[in-house]
């Protein structure tokens, strides 16, 4: 399953029973035998990929279509920054045209009316067509967003396809209560759907993000008008089309790329009943503003994140080395919970800053679809031009850097895994969200120091522990001030796990049964009883 594969990947063997699996590690596996940082003759000769774009157009009541104004935008290779497609750009005219067959699909159309099984067996169906069709649509996620083919089609495809099943899985199994009241009455709950859903979601893990969006908001009988990253349309234009052939009714979901004027459309849309937003706190902040003053819509949000990942003074070094490597790195740091902040113990800070500059130094760079390679490139110009002035930040604040720091080969935008050491708590690579492959290695000297420390951020979204000892790891556990604590592993994501934020890192979760709460009402309905037999 999904979940394996990514904790493989992932994960080491647990301390508290093994030091002998460190060789699990992407750094050991992909690296072993490469000195320094691969850059791969086909970042100047990129793969050609096989894959044909089917789909540019806007999916509006489930049918492609041209923006109303006719105008398109271009979706651009991070490879090389040259043009992908030219895609039809939605804007408040599109939005109006997405939401008034959404509201119709819900108040008039089949989708919430057929039986709960009728939906889960369309959302199964769709499971199947995107296995069928991984390749494809793993080509297309590579092509647009930058990250290893090998990444996509063996970790994120079938992580994509296990929370479809998991949500076609609870579309039967959502109930209300029935209730003793305080006198003569029978008391229910009735769990209803909440309407049109609005969805925005963001362009370094397009395909997930689709799925912890549509899964729950379809297994509950919404409707969805989903946004895409301008940055990143293809892959969720081809997996919807897959769903309308699974036999979803038209209007169910419709998916508008474009650009801000569209995603405020959908945010202040009055006839949007819930919005979903996974992106940038500062953006976070204006669709909940743009919510509350239209029509108080309700809102989930799935924010930026600064997370500590803690290396306890009992860590073996080698392992803790590797597991912090992947926990940043992963994704070409482009996560929101990525361990970005790297606390070690005074006793091994030393061996762990040379431990993780072998990590970086064995990194393999190039062109996602060859194989192998590890980390691709940024998604575009402006996050790969925002990241190195991070790196010039962390430099000039006197930071040690201790390896990479600047661009791969001349074409696209592809990064030098970077590491910095002696990095102080005040510096804006310790402080703000970089989004990239830089870690930054801090020093403590004991466990009140580093938790004071670590929670002395805006944002909470996720930190990582890495201990032998069961104590610590308890202690730790619950004195962070985060969403989620992964102790001696990082970014699992298995379907049933939630996930999200304290803090300014968002509202409510995302996966799992408390995901379903997002996209329902509750109603109490109460009859009075006469002459009851029992009460």
């Not at 089609?153 to 099943?165: F, G, S």
């Not at 009241?181 to 397009?206: C, K, M, R, S, Y």
């Not at 969720?236 to 998916?255: C, F, I, K, M, R």
């Not at 959908?266 to 979903?276: E, I, T």
Request: net charge neutral; proline share 5%; glycine share 8%.
């Amino acid at each position: 399953m999904a979940s394996r594969k990514l904790s493989f990947l992932l994960s080491l063997s647990s301390p508290f029973t093994s030091s002998s699996s460190s060789s699990f590690g992407l750094c050991s596996v992909w690296g072993r035998g490469i000195n320094r940082f691969t850059t791969s003759a086909s970042i100047e000769k990129p793969i050609n990929p096989s894959v044909k774009i089917e789909y540019n157009q806007l999916l509006i009541d489930g049918k492609f279509v041209d923006a109303a104004s006719g105008k398109t935008y271009s979706t651009l290779d991070p490879r090389t920054g040259n043009v992908i497609a030219y895609v039809a750009e939605a804007d408040t005219e599109d939005i109006n045209r997405a939401v008034s067959a959404a509201r119709k699909a819900f108040d008039e159309g089949p989708w919430p009316r057929m039986t709960a099984y009728e939906r889960s067996c369309i959302l199964l169906r769709f499971a199947d067509l995107i296995e069928k069709n991984l390749d494809k649509v793993s080509a297309l996620e590579t092509w647009d967003s930058g990250k290893p083919y090998d990444q996509v089609a063996n970790v994120e495809v079938p992580m994509l396809v296990r929370k479809i099943r998991y949500y076609a899985g609870w579309a039967d199994k959502i109930h209300g209560l029935t209730i003793p009241g305080d006198g003569p009455h029978h008391v229910q709950t009735l769990h209803e759907p909440i309407g049109v859903a609005g969805q925005i979601i963001p362009w370094n893990f397009p395909l997930l993000m689709y799925s912890w969006k549509i899964g729950p908001a379809l297994a509950c009988a919404n409707t969805v008008v989903l946004k895409t990253a301008s940055q990143t349309p293809l892959s969720a234009l081809y997996v919807t089309s897959l769903l309308y052939e699974a036999g979803l009714p038209p209007g169910v979901v419709s998916v508008v790329p474009g650009c801000i004027p569209a995603g405020e459309a959908l945010c202040n849309h009055m006839d949007v009943d819930k919005l979903a937003f996974t992106g940038s706190t500062r953006t976070g902040q204006k669709i909940l503003e743009m919510a509350a003053k239209s029509n108080l819509k309700s809102v989930t949000l799935e924010l930026g994140g600064k997370s500590p990942f803690i290396v306890c003074e009992d860590a073996d070094v080698d392992q803790a080395a590797e597991l912090a490597h992947l926990a940043l790195f992963f994704n070409q740091g482009q996560c929101c919970c990525a361990g970005s902040r790297t606390f070690v113990h005074e006793r091994v800070y030393d061996e762990f800053v040379e431990k993780a500059k072998a990590c970086a130094s064995k990194r393999v760079v190039g062109d996602p679809f060859q194989k192998g390679v590890q980390q691709g490139p940024q998604i575009d110009e402006q996050q790969f031009q925002k990241i190195l002035s991070y790196i010039r930040s962390g430099i000039e604040s006197g930071a040690t850097l201790e390896i990479g720091g600047d661009r791969c080969g001349s074409k696209g935008y592809y990064l030098q895994p970077t590491v910095f050491s002696n990095v102080k708590d005040d510096m804006l690579i310790a402080q703000d969200e970089i989004f990239g492959p830089v870690q930054s290695i801090l020093k403590y000297k004991d466990l009140d120091e580093v938790v004071r420390r670590a929670n002395a951020s805006r944002y909470g979204l996720a930190a990582g522990v890495f201990t032998q000892n069961i104590d610590t790891a308890n202690f730790l556990t619950r004195a962070l001030r985060v969403g989620s604590v992964w102790i001696n592993c990082y970014d699992i994501f298995d379907a049933a796990i939630p996930f999200g934020g304290y803090k300014m890192s968002g509202l409510g979760r995302e996966k799992g049964i408390y995901s379903l709460s997002n996209y329902l009402q509750t109603k109490a309905v109460v009859f009075a009883l006469k002459n009851p037999a029992w009460l």
